[in-house]
């Protein structure tokens, strides 16, 4: 597995993935609107197919993970730790100590996954996604 920058070619990989993994996903539009804006944007790439992405950016101060999502048929294989280190540890060489996220409350295993790499819940924000659904603010310090 290789985990590089992404570019605009891999695109339609990453658009898979997204629409597969999320039920309210982000319009490709947005996608390259985020890539353009220069938002930090890996892929893991799994012999020449992309697998696994993540986007993130600096946002009031903090690092905050925008996305991440894995091909179902490439979880359990430590692919999304892989990226989501990878994310922390440029936020680190950046000076950014604190990153934050949002996930949907009925997630159990994204909330899972996120506590496992280190960030605790730190608030609840009612009504944050489309259809209603209440998000859970979670939070990395690189302080521990």
């Known amino acids: 597995m290789i985990i590089r920058d992404f570019n605009l070619s891999d695109l339609?990989?990453?658009?898979?993935?997204?629409?597969?993994?999320?039920?309210?996903?982000?319009?490709?539009?947005i996608l390259i609107q985020l890539h353009e804006l220069g938002a930090g944007f890996l892929v893991a790439q799994v012999n020449?197919?992309?697998?696994?992405?993540?986007?993130?950016w600096v946002k009031n101060g903090y690092g905050h993970i925008v996305?991440?999502?894995v091909d179902q048929k490439f979880q359990d294989?430590?692919?999304g730790s892989s990226l989501l280190e990878n994310a922390l540890?440029?936020?680190?060489?950046?000076?950014?100590?604190?990153?934050?996220?949002?996930?949907?409350?009925?997630?159990?295993?994204?909330?899972?996954?996120?506590?496992?790499?280190?960030?605790?819940?730190?608030?609840?924000?009612?009504?944050y996604y489309d259809d209603g659904e209440?998000?859970?603010?979670?939070q990395y310090s690189n302080y521990n």
């Open 67 to 69: 996305a991440i999502a």
């Open 12 to 29: 339609d990989d990453v658009v898979k993935i997204e629409f597969n993994a999320f039920s309210d996903p982000y319009p490709v539009n």
């Open 77 to 79: 294989m430590h692919i």
């Open 89 to 127: 540890s440029i936020f680190k060489r950046n000076h950014i100590d604190i990153v934050r996220l949002e996930v949907r409350e009925s997630n159990i295993k994204a909330k899972r996954f996120y506590q496992k790499m280190g960030f605790i819940q730190i608030a609840v924000e009612e009504e």
């Open 48 to 56: 020449q197919n992309v697998v696994g992405y993540v986007i993130f």
């Open 134 to 138: 209440a998000a859970i603010i979670m």
